[in-house]
């Protein structure tokens, strides 16, 4: 039986060094299960009637997806154990509906066994728990503006459908089509990200979402929140998997860019219920779902230990595009990137300048108007927006100490030396900063953020190799 806790994946599942990612640390594989279990079914199929089962108070007002997001909320479900339980029930609401009534969890238990599974009394349990509580999950994910996409349903996305154990259901606030663009391409990276780093994945991601790709990313610090934010400012659709339910969004740091996107016309999705917090073993998780909803992954920096090569293994293990920024071997964030390009000659593909990526990935246009102009992106222009045009409105002080963070993240004191003003102004500056998005605080240093992140500093140029030049874009 497999089940998922909120720390993480248990039962059939092993803590393994993934094979396609040496030296990335332990990651979540899993032993191999059937594509689909027991019943979870495919889309449009119909399940049995619950009209002769006990009903709990409030359940009448319940749809399916509603009793499906009510039993992945319970600790220690994942996809194996939800199957035997609706191919025991016949449907979620049944299920629901046999535990909550008398001597539920022991019925739900042996009939889940008289097809040939097994659940746990605690766990069947904790499933009447949760049909107790179904009707105020319902109405708590409705007020917060949360679809609830079953796997059944044809707003499921196909890509993630084609993984072993997709995850069943899954939480969205925005635009559910962004999930089904007809191009993806995620772009990942360590959250302690260089400023090279941090200029380049603002550069992809601006060119990816102008090219009519839609960006998929975690919406960390670092990497993660410069390619969504150059995406946003590029006027393109991104999508952002949280390692949280979606009130308990983290980084609180990148909300504004969370809100940002969704009025893009983008996504913030999670497999996770609204209440459940971030904890390590979510994060893997999260890392297959990015992956698994794109058609390629573009790892920019790496540590040793990132958990950006977790993504990069799911990337591979899933039979897709992998392609690895290199960097200077001096520099740890490029540690894990240079590896793999080393270990995994023809697998992981290296990205020698934005233009080329572009056609790598089959998005430079041959015919009709061009989606992008591959001159400039080689020329080293900038891709985009003028940061003084961002920053226009805002007062002398306010406009001084975002400048000053355009070239490169900084400490509180460097600021108060740089623009001379006193920490406590500083800090209040920051503050109206941080509310509206523009400044992100990380690791004890400011960087900016959100559409400032996307800007292109006059005159920063990075190098990516083989002789291209890319103007730095995006933050």
């Not at 603002?202 to 390619?227: E, F, N, T």
Request: aromatic share 2%.
């Amino acid at each position: 039986m497999l089940g998922v806790g909120r720390d993480g994946a248990r039962g059939e599942w092993r803590v393994a060094e993934v094979p396609t990612a040496r030296g990335d640390g332990p990651a979540f594989e899993p032993e191999p299960p059937a594509a689909r279990p027991a019943g979870l079914m495919k889309p449009g199929a119909s399940r049995a009637p619950t009209s002769g089962l006990a009903r709990p108070a409030g359940s009448p007002s319940l749809d399916e997806a509603d009793a499906w997001a009510a039993l992945v909320a319970v600790d220690g479900i994942g996809p194996v154990t939800l199957g035997a339980a609706l191919a025991a029930g016949g449907s979620g609401r049944a299920v629901l509906e046999m535990a909550a009534g008398p001597g539920g969890p022991a019925r739900l238990a042996d009939a889940v066994a008289a097809r040939g599974g097994r659940l746990d009394i605690a766990l069947a349990r904790a499933i009447a728990d949760a049909a107790q509580q179904a009707p105020a999950l319902a109405a708590r994910v409705r007020g917060l503006g949360i679809t609830v996409v079953t796997i059944e349903s044809t707003a499921y996305p196909e890509r993630l459908r084609l993984l072993d154990l997709p995850p069943p259901v899954l939480f969205l606030r925005g635009d559910p089509s962004a999930l089904h663009a007809s191009r993806s391409v995620a772009v990942v990276g360590t959250r302690r990200a260089s400023e090279r780093g941090r200029r380049i994945a603002g550069a992809i991601g601006g060119a990816l979402a102008s090219a009519g790709a839609l960006v998929v990313s975690g919406l960390a610090v670092g990497i993660d929140g410069a390619a969504h934010a150059a995406a946003v400012a590029s006027g393109g659709r991104t999508v952002a998997v949280l390692g949280s339910g979606h009130e308990r969004l983290y980084p609180r740091a990148h909300a504004h860019l969370a809100d940002e996107i969704v009025a893009g016309g983008g996504a913030i999705v999670s497999e996770l219920a609204p209440d459940v917090g971030p904890l390590p073993g979510t994060f893997p998780r999260r890392n297959r779902v990015i992956s698994g909803l794109a058609d390629a992954s573009v790892i920019v920096e790496a540590g040793e230990r990132s958990g950006a090569l977790i993504t990069a293994s799911w990337t591979l293990e899933q039979g897709r595009e992998c392609f690895v920024v290199p960097g200077p071997i001096d520099v740890p964030q490029s540690v894990g990137c240079n590896r793999m390009l080393r270990l995994y000659p023809g697998q992981a593909r290296a990205v020698p300048g934005v233009a080329e990526l572009l056609e790598d990935l089959g998005l430079m246009a041959t015919d009709g108007p061009p989606r992008v102009d591959a001159r400039s992106l080689r020329a080293g222009r900038t891709v985009g927006p003028d940061p003084e045009a961002i920053l226009a409105g805002r007062g002398t002080v306010e406009a001084a100490v975002a400048r000053a963070l355009l070239p490169r993240a900084a400490t509180l004191q460097e600021l108060v030396d740089e623009t001379g003003h006193a920490p406590a102004t500083i800090l209040a500056i920051l503050t109206r900063l941080e509310n509206d998005g523009l400044v992100v605080a990380a690791l004890g240093r400011y960087a900016v953020g959100g559409s400032l992140a996307a800007t292109t500093p006059t005159g920063r140029r990075t190098h990516l190799g083989h002789g291209s030049v890319v103007r730095e874009a995006g933050g």
